[in-house]
């Protein structure tokens, strides 16, 4: 058990380290200000707004 | 001499002749045209004046030049002793076959690679930012004493650089790892085991010695990749930073060549930059012929 915690802990640790940058960045897209605020048209951009953000 | 054997002797030579031509015009001639432009002193294309190795000598006693080399020399630093490591230790993990969903793991860590480094560069100056870049926030979640507003992109420039190059190209330099540690002999392994040598031993004496040639390599394209950064830090700080923290040798050259109009001057530091290169290439040959004896 203690073997395989040590295999998988840390490759699932990498792994959210990984992903994470990709995941903020989609978030991003969805907020005002955020990083495909300007390649987006606006109509799109107000639909797609991320709750709880301005 | 008959009039065939003549027409054949120069027939390799006309088989040569376009690699040849291409040679001479794209690589040769302006290798020679930047020799001779570092020994100038130029505004623009077209006004220069010959000033001998007055450009080499002036680079030497530039304190801006030796805070580009500086920095440059800290993140090829932290690209060795922290990426390569990581790496490592990566693909040995991936190595394992009772691993389950290697594949995926292994495209999960390799995907960054994927991504263009102005990408990547805009990607961290959102994740760094004050107050509401990501890396704050969390921080400042886990740890309430943590300042929201610590400054990554304006005082910590060089580890923030370093932590996106590991982020970028872990799982490319992972790759490298796992094709040397598939061609590990797996007999010599089940010999050290039989011998009694635990994991530690089996990996200092058996699989580092065998890895040791592309590992060098490894070393040597990191060490190249890592002097010649220039991107990363150009997008991510929109220029060398605050104070000139960011400064690499490539964006000094870059800042020369175009901003200042100094194209002599630029291939000074384009040639002092290779034959530091060139030092580092060497020592790779001496490492591996010494590693093959």
């Given at each position: 058990?203690?073997?395989?915690?040590?295999?998988?802990?840390?490759?699932?640790?990498?792994?959210?380290?990984?992903?994470?940058?990709?995941?903020?960045?989609?978030?991003?897209?969805?907020?005002?200000?955020?990083?495909?605020?300007?390649?987006?048209?606006?109509?799109?951009?107000?639909?797609?707004?991320?709750?709880?953000?301005? | 001499?008959?009039?065939?054997?003549?027409?054949?002797?120069?027939?390799?030579?006309?088989?040569?002749?376009?690699?040849?031509?291409?040679?001479?015009?794209?690589?040769?001639?302006?290798?020679?045209?930047?020799?001779?432009?570092?020994?100038?002193?130029?505004?623009?294309?077209?006004?220069?004046?010959?000033?001998?190795?007055?450009?080499?000598?002036?680079?030497?006693?530039?304190?801006?030049?030796w805070k580009a080399l500086k920095n440059t020399t800290y993140f090829a630093a932290g690209s060795v002793l922290i990426q390569l490591p990581v790496s490592l230790g990566l693909a040995l993990l991936l190595n394992r076959p009772d691993v389950r969903g290697r594949a995926v793991f292994r495209l999960i860590f390799f995907s960054p690679s994927l991504v263009g480094l102005v990408f990547v560069a805009m990607m961290f100056s959102l994740i760094f930012e004050k107050n509401t870049g990501l890396v704050n926030v969390l921080l400042h979640d886990m740890s309430p004493a943590f300042d929201p507003e610590f400054p990554w992109l304006q005082q910590y420039v060089m580890p923030t650089?370093?932590?996106?190059?590991?982020?970028?190209?872990?799982?490319?330099?992972?790759?490298?790892?796992?094709?040397?540690?598939?061609?590990?002999?797996?007999?010599?392994?089940?010999?050290?085991?039989?011998?009694?040598?635990?994991?530690?031993?089996?990996?200092?004496?058996?699989?580092?010695?065998?890895?040791?040639?592309?590992?060098?390599?490894?070393?040597?394209?990191?060490?190249?990749?890592?002097?010649?950064?220039?991107?990363?830090?150009?997008?991510?700080?929109?220029?060398?930073?605050?104070?000139?923290?960011?400064?690499?040798?490539?964006?000094?050259?870059?800042?020369?060549?175009?901003?200042?109009?100094?194209?002599?001057?630029?291939?000074?530091?384009?040639?002092?930059?290779?034959?530091?290169?060139?030092?580092?290439?060497?020592?790779?040959?001496?490492?591996?012929?010494?590693?093959?004896?």
């Open positions: 058990m203690l073997r395989k915690l040590s295999i998988y802990v840390p490759l699932l640790v990498l792994t959210l380290i990984t992903l994470v940058p990709f995941a903020y960045l989609v978030c991003s897209a969805f907020t005002h200000g955020g990083f495909l605020h300007f390649t987006l048209p606006s109509r799109v951009m107000v639909s797609l707004v991320w709750p709880g953000t301005n | 001499m008959t009039a065939t054997t003549q027409h054949n002797r120069w027939v390799p030579y006309a088989f040569l002749a376009p690699f040849l031509v291409i040679l001479v015009i794209f690589i040769a001639y302006p290798l020679y045209h930047s020799v001779v432009l570092s020994m100038k002193q130029t505004f623009g294309p077209s006004r220069s004046a010959f000033v001998g190795l007055e450009n080499f000598r002036f680079l030497a006693s530039d304190p801006l030049f650089l370093v932590i996106a190059a590991l982020w970028i190209y872990g799982g490319f330099n992972m790759i490298y790892f796992l094709a040397a540690l598939q061609n590990v002999d797996k007999q010599l392994i089940e010999a050290a085991m039989v011998d009694g040598a635990n994991a530690w031993q089996r990996f200092l004496h058996v699989t580092i010695p065998a890895i040791r040639p592309i590992a060098t390599f490894i070393v040597l394209l990191s060490l190249i990749g890592s002097f010649q950064l220039f991107d990363l830090p150009y997008v991510l700080l929109s220029g060398a930073g605050p104070d000139n923290q960011g400064l690499t040798v490539v964006m000094y050259l870059f800042q020369m060549g175009w901003d200042q109009q100094d194209l002599g001057l630029a291939s000074a530091i384009g040639w002092s930059l290779a034959m530091l290169l060139g030092i580092f290439a060497l020592i790779y040959r001496w490492l591996s012929r010494a590693s093959e004896d």
